[in-house]
């Protein structure tokens, strides 16, 4: 079956077909529209590794072609989904109706470092690493850190307010936001935020369309706010023979008055799972690690910092204690910790990753509930994550696409995370794949607030239909 016929059709949305493509390659010069079969294949997927082929895809360079494309997708009702690099794990980036992929990877220009004020002016397309790269030869830091950094794009950061490794001390994305600029669906330019620290000039609509999943606007600019990178760190490895045990030494040192930049969970099958996927096995094998960072502006802070924490960890039965000796020794503990996702596909072919987040007090209890979980349903789970901020992966492995098993426990996993007054996204996302369980943690008036604002926003409803509320 060729890839395009499995594009799901539509009664309400029109087919991009000759006429429409006639009208976009009036904006598009050859080189930056596609409808080559190889080309919608490649854009068809997203980390989630279901497939959706868009009928075009086109590159823009500026926010005059998104805007004027607005009008040609607003004419003939066609959908329209932006995409940065793809890494997103809820299925934001795909072309469910087929309609224009617009991939934001052209815009990638670093627009304006701005030491004076700690602010940098970039484009959507702009890799994460390479701005934190670039920033960094200017002793200048951006935190945000998501283990997809390398390839992940600040465009679908902001979309998704990423979170990451360094939330414990430093918050997530939208925490580093200051202004945007964004084509709204019905082909205005808009502004929000300026330069200025403080604003609290009308309803905040920066926040509301960071975190929006592309689903009202598609940004084009962001101008997002610095500090000064802090030239030390101390980053040690706790082994415990108890997942309780690591799980009570986070809770102890969250509250010593010591904030970590890192406080990572790994639980042994996903080290497993790492020691099979990488040849480094800087990571060893325990029944639960916690992976720790300090970081600051005095190394003898540091130190005094990492080794309250280290203490914090043997009191509360760590069995190991290994500090990162070398810049070398800490990026591998990182590059291992970045590994993990992709790793799962060791213990098995299908993963269905959640991303569930509670309030800290209730990290252990999370924990233990996501293993009851997995066990009644007889599914095999691996947890990691940001133990820190009690946002943890919980990955229900699997042999099968569609797994009933898996889908129980799900099911069970969110409905226990709310009734812990968590999350069932800490950073993820809603997507598609989890738009199902939006009830569980939003009520009916709660909800129809988010379709009215869309509709606000998108009246045609072109731009990302049926993603977060359907
Ligand atoms: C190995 C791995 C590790 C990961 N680790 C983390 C982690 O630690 N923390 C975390 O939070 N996430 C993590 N993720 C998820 C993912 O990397 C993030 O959600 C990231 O923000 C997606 O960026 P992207 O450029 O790939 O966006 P895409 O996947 O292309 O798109 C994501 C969403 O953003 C929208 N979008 C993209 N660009 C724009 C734009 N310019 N304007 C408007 N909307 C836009 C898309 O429509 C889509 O809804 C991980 C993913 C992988 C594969």
Request: with cysteine; hydrophobic share 40%.
């Given at each position: 079956m060729s890839i395009l016929s499995s594009t799901p059709a539509s009664q309400d949305y029109r087919p991009v077909d000759k006429a429409v493509m006639k009208r976009l390659a009036t904006i598009f010069p050859q080189d930056r529209i596609s409808n080559s079969e190889v080309d919608l294949f490649t854009y068809a997927y997203d980390a989630t590794k279901k497939q959706y082929p868009p009928q075009v895809v086109v590159w823009p360079e500026t926010a005059e072609e998104i805007s004027a494309l607005f009008s040609i997708a607003n004419e003939y009702r066609i959908p329209v989904y932006p995409?940065?690099?793809g890494t997103g794990m809820t299925g934001g980036a795909l072309a469910l109706r087929g309609g224009i992929l617009v991939s934001m990877e052209r815009m990638d220009s670093i627009i304006e470092?701005?030491?004076?004020?700690?602010?940098?002016?970039?484009?959507?397309?702009?890799?994460?690493?390479?701005?934190?790269?670039?920033?960094?030869?200017?002793?200048?830091?951006?935190?945000p850190d998501p283990s997809s950094a390398k390839t992940a794009t600040i465009g679908g950061t902001l979309a998704?307010?990423?979170?990451?490794?360094?939330?414990?001390?430093?918050?997530?994305?939208?925490?580093?936001?200051?202004?945007?600029?964004?084509?709204?669906?019905?082909?205005?330019?808009?502004?929000a935020g300026t330069k200025a620290r403080k604003n609290v000039v009308g309803y905040n609509l920066l926040q509301l369309i960071v975190g929006s999943e592309g689903t009202l606007a598609i940004i084009t600019e962001a101008t997002l706010r610095l500090i000064p990178y802090p030239p030390h760190r101390s980053t040690f490895v706790a082994q415990f023979d108890s997942v309780r045990n690591s799980a009570n030494a986070v809770q102890s040192m969250l509250q010593s008055g010591v904030t970590p930049c890192a406080l990572e969970f790994i639980d042994r099958i996903s080290l497993e799972a790492a020691h099979s996927h990488v040849e480094?096995?800087?990571?060893?094998?325990?029944?639960?690690?916690?992976?720790?960072?300090?970081?600051?502006?005095?190394?003898?802070?540091?130190?005094?910092d990492s080794h309250v924490l280290s203490k914090i960890c043997a009191d509360n039965g760590a069995n190991e204690i290994t500090l990162a000796n070398s810049e070398e020794e800490r990026q591998a503990c990182w590059d291992i910790r970045r590994s993990l996702s992709p790793a799962m596909y060791a213990k098995a072919p299908y993963k269905t990753n959640e991303d569930i987040c509670v309030p800290s007090s209730q990290f252990p209890t999370l924990l233990e509930k996501a293993y009851e979980?997995?066990?009644?349903?007889?599914?095999?789970?691996?947890?990691f994550g940001h133990a820190g901020d009690g946002n943890i992966h919980v990955n229900f492995m699997s042999h099968k696409e569609k797994d009933p098993d898996v889908e129980k426990a799900v099911d069970e996993l969110f409905q226990a995370v709310v009734a812990l007054e968590g999350s069932i996204s800490g950073e993820h996302g809603i997507?598609?794949?989890?738009?199902?369980?939006?009830?569980?943690?939003m009520n009916e008036k709660e909800r129809s607030l988010l379709v009215d604002i869309k509709k606000v926003f998108d009246p045609a409803g072109i731009l990302n239909p049926d993603k977060i509320v359907v």
């Open positions: 995409r940065g690099a470092i701005d030491e004076k004020n700690r602010l940098v002016t970039v484009q959507p397309g702009v890799v994460l690493a390479t701005l934190k790269t670039e920033l960094q030869k200017k002793g200048l830091f951006y935190p998704e307010c990423a979170g990451g490794l360094n939330c414990v001390k430093y918050g997530t994305t939208k925490d580093w936001v200051q202004s945007i600029k964004a084509v709204l669906p019905t082909g205005e330019v808009i502004r480094d096995k800087t990571l060893p094998v325990c029944d639960a690690l916690l992976l720790v960072e300090v970081d600051g502006f005095d190394l003898d802070e540091v130190k005094r979980i997995a066990d009644r349903n007889h599914v095999l789970t691996l947890c997507g598609i794949t989890k738009a199902p369980y939006l009830a569980y943690e």
